[in-house]
């Protein structure tokens, strides 16, 4: 244990003050509890809550492995966000004068303080069947090389530590506890994009449920939370490109995306009236009768007649042509815009503050070749 | 004034009309001119990037390229899905040489003006809660919003991923706050203020999206709001029209006015009921136009 964490040479020690949600599963007994602690300046939310534990109070429970960033033990919520406790400096936040308030994850059963029941998040990681299916029994008799190019379509989802943090927030899982969520939809990607697995289809039909790749809501909380750049949003979406190249478009969800794709063709603009139908069948949109009579009273339900055509429409049906002789369908055509994405961490303009202690640089991918 | 190139979108086209009259109506009183742009398309709102994404990028592309033609560094957004999918285009194409050059390509191959990656996305929100817009939209909000209490929702993809957008700390935004407050409003707040509205999935996944729905419509009014205001439209449409099917399956009637940010400001600065169109709304706004007539 951390006990003697002593100050490196030339730095000094800093005061930290917590509130931490203290819970016993057993008694159902719930205390917002504050701790201070001095601590070395260059001590993470993790050391701190070693501090607390080692010489205030031992009852605390918290998980724990590398301290490293590489384990994925310690997510936790701070201020409502779930983060690593052993990426997250304290010093700013300390001088600060913040309080901060530490929570366990979200969308997970509690089973003490900080401790999350971590069962439902392996089952949907489980259900995603997370093993390469190669497509043969015997393996060949000499190695296969597989390209850094073809590599580079998992490249994000593959640095997944499975912390939980992204699912924390999910607002999807939130409402329907059932949604297979963004880590284990982010691993699943990672054996769909995978050029040695041949199960990808079976894997798109599976991943096609009811509470599969088309009950994300596109909340974008768990790019938001990912401590490693997986960016699960943007892997359910390529998901769903994939399934839509595979023809797999039996789900109102692909029904709703295509609709948008055949506006854009067609008049450029979106159709919205005919959405409804497009998406849902004719029989669903009768039932909603009621409903859409009350939303024409108020003017939302445009006639689709004449339609609202955009000017020069005739180039966005001829890029459509281009775009798919060129044939970057599916997931490729997500996965070419990541190399310029991942230069995102190192610049002012896209949301680094110097100044905000939550955002740590994060450790580039390397550039996607091709 | 500041020149800008003006994306409407899908919605405030044709559902949402009331945003472009009252968007229009506002822009000079906050000192932006707008360009309109005839020959645009729609973005994709999130779903050609999800079922054709390399035609997504081509389409924002095209976008982009016409507000260059226009003369305009800065093309404009009234909302939340198209800032986000125009600016994460903008920058793939912007920090990628090779690909700008290959998409730059095909559009003028099909008579599209090449895109030199000259131009900036900002949404309406952005232009009015600091600078030089927030001092005019002060001098401009004289009428007011006589203490009326609103409470601010964000929405999503205007604050996440916040490397993509990037204005404000998209757990703490004050933006809205801010305005609302220099309207002479009482900003609630509320924790759903910037979760999800469900509108992405609520015609695939009904259910689910009414649960996200549900939230903050529900806190905004135990904390007694008299209205919500909202920078983008389909957060708009979700929280206006689908509220009546709230009331279907929980029984509850929320009856909560739901106002576009630019309607918002819109009041306060005197713009009148041909410019604000409230009647397009499903709820009524009524209970805050008395309220602000007294």
């Known amino acids: ?370 | 004034m500041k020149r800008v190139a003006y994306y409407k979108g899908c919605l405030a086209s044709l559902s949402a009309k009331e945003l472009d009259s009252s968007t229009q109506a506002l822009a000079p009183k906050v000192g932006l001119e707008l360009v309109e742009l005839e020959t645009v398309t729609c973005c994709g709102a999130g779903d050609i990037h999800e079922a054709e994404p390399d035609y997504y990028l081509h389409l924002n592309a095209r976008i982009l390229a016409y507000a260059e033609a226009a003369g305009c560094d800065e093309l404009l957004t009234v909302c939340n899905v198209c800032t986000l999918n125009l600016r994460q285009a903008n920058w793939q194409l912007k920090n990628d040489d090779g690909l700008r050059e290959r998409v730059s390509n095909n559009l003028e191959r099909v008579g599209v003006p090449p895109y030199s990656g000259n131009v900036e996305v900002r949404h309406l929100l952005w232009e009015i809660a600091e600078g030089e817009g927030y001092e005019l939209l002060k001098q401009s909000a004289h009428k007011g919003l006589k203490g009326l209490k609103i409470a601010p929702f964000y929405g999503c993809q205007i604050l996440r991923p916040s490397k993509l957008l990037g204005f404000e700390d998209p757990d703490r935004p004050w933006s809205l706050e801010r305005i609302i407050e220099a309207c002479g409003g009482t900003a609630i707040d509320y924790p759903a203020k910037i979760k999800c509205c469900g509108f992405p999935i609520i015609q695939a996944r009904e259910e689910t999206a009414l649960g996200e729905l549900i939230q903050p419509i529900e806190q905004a009014k135990e904390a007694g709001a008299d209205a919500i205001v909202t920078p983008c439209p389909l957060c708009h449409l979700s929280l206006d029209a689908w509220q009546s099917k709230l009331k279907e399956s929980t029984g509850k009637d929320f009856a909560m006015p739901i106002l576009h940010l630019s309607q918002l400001v819109g009041v306060a600065a005197g713009l009148e009921e041909a410019e604000l169109k409230f009647k397009r709304h499903v709820v009524p706004v009524t209970p805050v136009l008395e309220k602000l007539e007294v």
């Open chain 1, 1 to 370: 244990m951390h006990t003697d964490l002593a100050p490196a040479p030339g730095s000094t020690t800093i005061e930290i003050a917590l509130k931490i949600w203290r819970y016993d599963a057993v008694t159902g007994d719930k205390e917002l509890k504050r701790y201070e602690v001095e601590a070395p300046d260059w001590v993470t939310l993790l050391d701190v809550l070693d501090i607390i534990k080692d010489k205030h109070d031992g009852t605390l429970a918290y998980r724990k492995s590398c301290r490293m960033m590489i384990c994925g033990s310690c997510g936790m919520r701070m201020d409502g966000a779930a983060v690593l406790a052993c990426k997250t400096r304290m010093y700013d936040i300390a001088k600060s004068g913040h309080v901060p308030v530490i929570a366990p994850m979200g969308n997970l059963p509690v089973r003490k303080d900080l401790v999350v029941d971590m069962e439902p998040f392996w089952n949907k990681i489980r259900r995603m069947k997370p093993w390469l299916d190669p497509g043969y029994e015997e393996p060949p008799e000499k190695e296969w090389r597989v390209s850094q190019e073809k590599m580079n379509v998992i490249h994000k989802e593959a640095l997944c530590i499975m912390c939980g943090c992204c699912v924390s927030e999910c607002n999807s899982m939130e409402s329907d506890p059932e949604f297979f969520g963004p880590a284990a939809l982010a691993k699943g990607m990672r054996f769909v994009g995978d050029a040695r697995d041949q199960a990808n289809v079976s894997r798109l039909e599976d991943y096609n449920d009811e509470h599969g790749i088309w009950d994300c809501t596109r909340c974008y909380f768990c790019n938001e939370r990912c401590p490693k750049g997986v960016d699960p949003r943007d892997a359910i979406a390529k998901l769903g490109a994939e399934s839509i190249k595979e023809g797999i478009e039996h789900d109102m969800g692909a029904k709703h995306a295509n609709w948008f794709v055949t506006s854009a063709r067609t008049t450029g603009w979106l159709r919205e009236t005919e959405l409804v139908p497009k998406t849902q069948g004719i029989v669903e949109a009768i039932r909603q009768t009621k409903f859409a009579l009350n939303l024409a009273k108020h003017g939302k339900v445009p006639s689709p007649v004449p339609p609202h055509v955009a000017e020069r429409v005739n180039e966005s049906r001829l890029l459509y042509s281009l775009v798919k002789e060129q044939g970057r369908d599916g997931a490729l055509g997500i996965v070419q815009g990541e190399h310029a994405l991942g230069r995102i961490e190192f610049t002012e303009q896209a949301g680094l503050k110097a100044n905000d202690p939550e955002v740590q640089p994060v450790v580039e991918p390397p550039p996607a070749e091709g």
